[in-house]
């Protein structure tokens, strides 16, 4: 017989639609939260607020879909993604953030893990602006057109 290995993202807790639940999970997998939490939300795995699901806590896992309410700050490891049904009232960091048409988000955002991309062009162009072009005459070449490609 053989045995299977776990997914992170197996289900290891779920708060019902009739349940309040005040004080601070902590799962070695995901959480879904169909009903009420207060206090704080920590997995390995991925937590998953339903429809009618309401989290007044500070979330922080590695993915977690939002198709309820976010009250607090969230820290999405890998992912975070708002359903179109879906509410986040607070800051968030995500390494990726998706946000479907009609999902809310009130709060800032940061992305993690994000290296800066250095783009030449832009940087040649803004010292051109700024007269930073040393003794040479300061020529910009025009930008062309899409038509002229």
């Given at each position: 017989m053989?045995?299977?290995?776990?997914?992170p993202?197996?289900?290891d807790t779920l708060i019902?639609?009739?349940t309040?639940?005040?004080?601070?999970?902590?799962?070695e997998?995901s959480v879904?939260?169909e009903?009420?939490?207060?206090?704080k939300?920590?997995?390995k795995?991925?937590?998953?607020v339903?429809?009618r699901?309401?989290?007044?806590a500070?979330?922080?896992a590695?993915?977690?879909v939002?198709?309820?309410h976010?009250?607090?700050?969230v820290?999405?490891?890998?992912?975070?993604e708002?359903?179109?049904?879906?509410?986040?009232s607070?800051n968030?960091?995500a390494g990726?953030i998706?946000?479907?048409?009609?999902?809310?988000?009130?709060?800032?955002?940061?992305?993690?893990?994000?290296?800066?991309?250095?783009?030449?062009?832009?940087?040649?162009?803004l010292?051109?602006?700024?007269?930073?072009?040393?003794?040479e005459?300061?020529?910009?070449?025009?930008?062309k057109?899409a038509?002229?490609?």
């Amino acid at each position: 017989m053989k045995l299977r290995k776990r997914s992170p993202f197996a289900l290891d807790t779920l708060i019902g639609a009739n349940t309040i639940f005040e004080g601070s999970i902590y799962s070695e997998r995901s959480v879904c939260v169909e009903g009420t939490v207060r206090g704080k939300i920590e997995a390995k795995g991925e937590v998953m607020v339903g429809r009618r699901g309401r989290v007044e806590a500070d979330v922080l896992a590695e993915s977690v879909v939002v198709g309820g309410h976010i009250i607090g700050t969230v820290r999405a490891e890998k992912r975070l993604e708002i359903t179109a049904t879906g509410r986040v009232s607070g800051n968030i960091e995500a390494g990726r953030i998706a946000v479907a048409d009609g999902g809310v988000l009130e709060g800032f955002c940061r992305m993690l893990g994000r290296e800066e991309v250095q783009c030449p062009q832009l940087e040649q162009r803004l010292a051109i602006e700024e007269g930073q072009c040393g003794e040479e005459p300061c020529v910009a070449e025009p930008i062309k057109d899409a038509e002229q490609m």
